[in-house]
């Protein structure tokens, strides 16, 4: 069964610092992958996919991800974080084919934006 | 935003007792799913749904069963509330799996007691 692992379960950073989010995931067949944003009391919301193509995917909010086949990673970045930026973040993973296609979810990482 | 909503939006129940949770989209997706929220869980999937009357089981559907008689509503049933089923529940829609974002709701609080 696919596994997603989201190596941290919070990380603290300063206003306008870089920011990395992690997800490892354990399938050896093609993928499509996600990030998602969930703000306090709200749902979650897709911030970008990764579907095919250039591995490097831009998403909303500056945020941007890149995909690497040969570690089964696809790591969150964004360069400068806001206050607001501060939420929890899912890793999603579903597979092209000979597997499931409904995502399977990381834990989350919480992101912690101090001023 | 996407059209979907989730009644009740807080409940608090007693042990043993049945509830119902009820997601209605207006976006025609074939897809629908229910998924609860655990501190240290993540999102994990109870149940979902692929038309009308057809479902299947997530990775944690014990003590949960759903319905669903028309595409725009996807029932969620705790027969038999137990604590442990204290949790927040998202439903989500998508057109279908595979490379489509899923969509969610805004999320129901259940507390059993």
């Known amino acids: 069964a696919q596994s997603v692992t989201q190596l941290d379960s919070q990380v603290p950073v300063f206003e306008e610092a870089p920011v990395e989010l992690r997800c490892n995931y354990s399938s050896s067949v093609s993928v499509y992958l996600f990030w998602y944003v969930q703000y306090p009391n709200q749902g979650l919301q897709l911030l970008l996919k990764?579907?095919?193509?250039?591995?490097l995917v831009k998403g909303i909010n500056g945020f941007e991800a890149e995909f690497n086949k040969s570690q089964t990673s696809f790591h969150l970045r964004k360069p400068s974080v806001h206050i607001s930026d501060t939420a929890e973040y899912f890793c999603a993973v579903s597979e092209k084919a000979g597997g499931s296609y409904i995502p399977t979810f990381g834990r989350g990482t919480s992101l912690i934006v101090h001023p | 935003d996407a059209g979907i909503t989730q009644s009740p939006r807080h409940k608090v129940t007693e042990t043993g007792t049945p509830v119902t949770l009820r997601c209605h989209q207006t976006?025609?997706?074939?897809?629908m799913y229910w998924y609860r929220q655990d501190p240290g869980h993540g999102l994990r999937l109870i149940h979902y749904?692929?038309?009308?009357?057809?479902?299947d089981k997530g990775e944690v559907s014990d003590g949960y069963s759903v319905s669903r008689s028309k595409t725009e509503d996807f029932l969620l049933t705790l027969e038999s509330a137990t604590s442990s089923q204290t949790s927040v529940y998202f439903c989500a829609i998508s057109e279908s799996t595979g490379s489509y974002e899923q969509y969610f709701g805004p999320g129901t609080r259940l507390t059993v007691t």
């Open positions: 976006e025609n997706h074939r897809y």
């Open positions: 749904s692929y038309g009308v009357k057809d479902t």
């Open positions: 990764y579907l095919s193509g250039s591995t």
